[in-house]
Nanobody
Framework: QVQLVESGGGLVQPGGSLRLSCAASGFTFSNYAMSWYRQAPGKERELVAAISGSGGSTNYANSMKGRFTISRDNAKTTVYLQMNSLKPEDTAVYYC?????????WGQGTQVTVSS
């Protein structure tokens, strides 16, 4: 009954902002590092940001630094991705991931489109 459900995607203009959410259930959320990945058409899936189980440590891909912020609320078993200063090249399906030891779970993704 593990479930990761992304929400908050949509169409936004260049320079705009979006906040993605990933609601988790069916596992011990605080044990898991949480990450956001994205995949654009014709490209490999790439890491966007990651956060440790306690929320005390974060990591970002270089192209996201200064624009995106990952956070989590363990009481709500939810992880967030705040995206600012969006660019057309940010257009992709964004996926939520949970990882702990040999366990690895994925959400179904939410579409983000940055376009005029």
């Amino acid at each position: 009954q593990v479930q990761l459900v992304e929400s908050g995607g949509g169409l936004v203009q260049p320079g705009g902002s979006l906040r993605l959410s990933c609601a988790a259930s069916g596992f011990t959320f605080s044990n898991y590092a949480m990450s956001w990945y994205r995949q654009a058409p014709g490209k490999e899936r790439e890491l966007v940001a990651a956060i440790s189980g306690s929320g005390g440590s974060t990591n970002y891909a270089n192209s996201m630094k200064g624009r995106f912020t990952i956070s989590r609320d363990n009481a709500k078993t939810t992880v967030y991705l705040q995206m600012n200063s969006l660019k057309p090249e940010d257009t992709a399906v964004y996926y939520c991931n949970a990882h702990w030891l040999q366990y690895n779970f994925w959400g179904q993704g939410t579409q983000v489109t940055v376009s005029s």
